[in-house]
């Protein structure tokens, strides 16, 4: 038997005031014009029975100095869903962002779990993917939000993805 021995790769350097953190340097950062993407899926069971895009009209990441925990907002401008995701809480977890924040959907707000992944980081930037998943018949009747009559639905999947710059 022959022993092989893998060539090691020395880790990236951290950035200055990173330290291993997942989001970028304290400040204000937006989403431009075309670097997001946004959807909006219907399943019923295992079934996606209406996947849609939705515009993202505004969204902000604000990273504060490190006594105060940052913040999401997302606004979805789309003449069927117009709403307004606010974060409440981001924390880490097993290497991603876990925003805990709420929905504003007609004026109600409805509580939301947005499950983000960094893809890439530097000091002045921030791309994410990441996923919520809302249950239909909750969303419903607490928001009245309703799919047309002929999509049945047990859940909706909200898909994020963006580049704050």
């Known amino acids: 038997m022959t022993t092989v021995t893998l060539p090691t790769v020395p880790p990236p350097p951290q950035s200055p005031g990173g330290s291993g953190r997942r989001l970028p340097l304290p400040g204000r950062y937006t989403v431009a014009p075309g670097r997001s993407l946004t959807e909006l899926t219907a399943w019923y069971g295992p ?11 505004d969204a902000s990441l604000t990273v504060p100095e490190e006594t105060e925990r940052p913040s999401f907002r997302y ?7 117009s709403a307004v995701l606010t974060s409440e809480q981001v924390d880490e977890v097993h290497g991603r962002l876990q925003v805990t924040g709420d929905l504003d959907l007609n004026g109600l707000a409805f509580p939301v779990l947005l499950r983000l992944r960094v893809v890439e ?4 930037r921030l791309l994410v993917v990441g996923h919520a998943r809302l249950p239909y018949r909750l969303l419903r009747r607490a928001t009245g939000f309703r ?19």
């Open 147 to 165: 799919l047309p009559w002929r999509r049945p639905a047990t859940r909706l999947r909200l898909l994020v993805a963006a580049e704050f710059a």
């Open 121 to 124: 980081r530097a000091d002045d």
């Open 75 to 81: 606004e979805f401008d789309d003449r069927r869903f």
């Open 47 to 57: 079934l996606p029975v209406l996947r849609r895009r939705v515009t993202l009209g």
